[in-house]
RNA sequence: GCUAUCAGCCGGGUUAUCGUUCCAGUUUUUAACUGGAGAGGAAAGUCCGGACAGUGCAGGGCAACACACCGGGUAAUAACCGGUUAUUUGUCGCCUUCGACUUGCUUCCCGAUUAAAAUCGGGACAAGCACGGUGACAAAUAGAGAAAGUGCCACAGAAAAUUACCACCGCCGCAUUGUUAUACUUCGACAAGCUCAGUAUGACAAUGCGGCGGCCAGGGUGAAAACGUGAGGUAAGAGCUCACGGGUUUUUGCAGCAAUGCAUAAAUUGGGUAAACCUUGUGUACUGAAAUGCCACGUAUAUCAGCGCUUGAGGGCGGCCCGCCCAAUGCUGAAGGGUAGGCAGAUAGAUUUUGCCAGUAAUGGCAAAGCCAGAUAAAUGAUAACCGAACCCGCCUUCGCCAAGGCUACGGUGGGUGAACAGAAUCCGGCUUACAGGCUGAUAGCUUUU
RNA sequence: UGACUUAUAGUUCAAUGGACAAGAAUGCUUCACUACGGAUGAAGUGAUGAGGGUUCGAAUCCUUCUAAGUCAA
């Protein structure tokens, strides 16, 4: 299975409990690149307990994703839905790496992903922003174990 | 065939790889695999109406809100369907005069003004154009009451609603002037008088001023001026009367279920505004799925302030009053503390598709077949290739036109662009708004052929 | 998702229950004053958010959109 290394983003890697939402925005660390802001945080062991070890039972990911576009910018649900659509396509297709390192490392990360442009992108900007993301993501984890 | 308007309908497809939500099945059941299903005509705006849920459900009055031609239809609706009336717009036809409507140039007449002309207002006449009028058709919008009452109608104008002003006319009074009759002679003229002149009184006429009355006909304005035009009539005028017309209300007859239309007769001549207040009639409990019920977790039955405990705080009671009922470990507020997970609601229903029948239609009835999204930081996607409706450009062919230079329908071919508006959130019905392109139908116009 | 509110010069506000010239402050531009600057004085600067309707006449009344904002378990 490991071999296979498939591409998935089911239910278990996406960020849904409101709870741990509030909860890393209001304690999150966060930096720009544009188009995004990226929203992090470890979650605490205690007191994110219960609910997330049940929730990610199969113990392969340690990511908990959300991607969210601004009514203020885009007004039609068609492009807010677009362009979450872009980002989740290019996130599930490169996040691998990362959770490489936090399966090394025996850490969980829980990241949201704000898109901040003012206009749609293509597939191919989303792409190659994203990868960026990802890199500058893997280095504060390794500096955080640092 | 083309154009315009209106109405209805459709609104990309295939393959590959990777992924997502739900359901069913299988297996080695912390998971994976297989199969199936997975946005719209507007899912949008939230402008109306319901279903559903909770609270409430002695009663009366006031207030508030909504609606208002007629008929039909519906679970329900002012927002549907059909008809009707009015207004506006568009197309086409007719007319330009006998007329209530409309308009400028040229000619004539009348009136106002003026020293005169010019100018302004009204009327007549003839011709052309614009404008306008009228009829048919289509579309859009609107629809109780202005004759119950109140308010408002800037500027301009005499006046903005039943009334005053100017002007006009009648009567009375006063003043002045003129004519005439009678009487008189203080002072005068002279031809010495029954003359002229002067004074007084009376009559008539004109002018001016004042009063009383007639009066809505004239008064350049204005969006709107007290029915229009003509004639009679009058002191002057006036629907005061008459003729021809316009409007309103009512009677009768015919058509229609009705609104209403046509005809007829009588009365009447009234400004507009109710998307100003209002009057009349009809209707309306309030709150909305973050409703609501259940399960799990957790906290503070603590603190402060105010009121009240049968002499009644407060609540039912929603905006108010009367009235009735309930009411004590209570009610209200402040600052804080906790939770923010799951299930139901929630997808089988005013249901979908097809066919038939009734109806102009909205809609209704019957039969058969079917189950057709159900997410919750929120699924239905990404990438690539091909096909593609439609559009643009080039070339070829030729029907047709032709001034023989060319233009060009249809067709063929090559290249390019490559689907618009837009994403369910409890569910339905209607409306509104956005929408590339295409199809169908109706109406009107133009053109061609028969 | 539901229930609501408001839109007037660059900015902050008037006008309002219908009609006058759509105004005030401030800002900006120009000129004057000053050796220069400030202060002061003068002048200039508007699609009443958009479309349609009612009316003789809409910033105002009715209606449909657009934008901004508020509330909630």
Request: net charge positive; proline share 3%.
């Amino acid at each position: 299975m490991e071999n296979k290394q498939r591409y998935t983003l089911g239910k278990t890697e996406r960020l849904k409990s409101r709870k741990t939402i509030d909860g890393l925005f209001k304690n999150g660390k966060s930096f720009s690149l544009f188009p995004f802001r990226v929203v992090y945080r470890y979650p605490e062991a205690s007191a994110s307990g219960p609910l997330q070890t049940e929730n990610t039972g199969s113990r392969s990911f340690r990511i908990q994703a959300g991607f969210n576009v601004s009514k203020r910018y885009f007004k039609k649900a068609v492009d807010r839905n677009r362009i979450k659509r872009l980002m989740k396509e290019s996130y599930r297709l490169q996040k691998q790496p990362l959770n490489d390192i936090l399966e090394a490392t025996e850490k969980k990360i829980v990241v949201f992903f704000i898109f901040t442009g003012n206009e749609i992108p293509d597939y191919k900007q989303v792409f190659e922003k994203m990868t960026d993301v990802i890199k500058r993501l893997q280095k504060i984890v390794n500096a955080k174990e640092a």
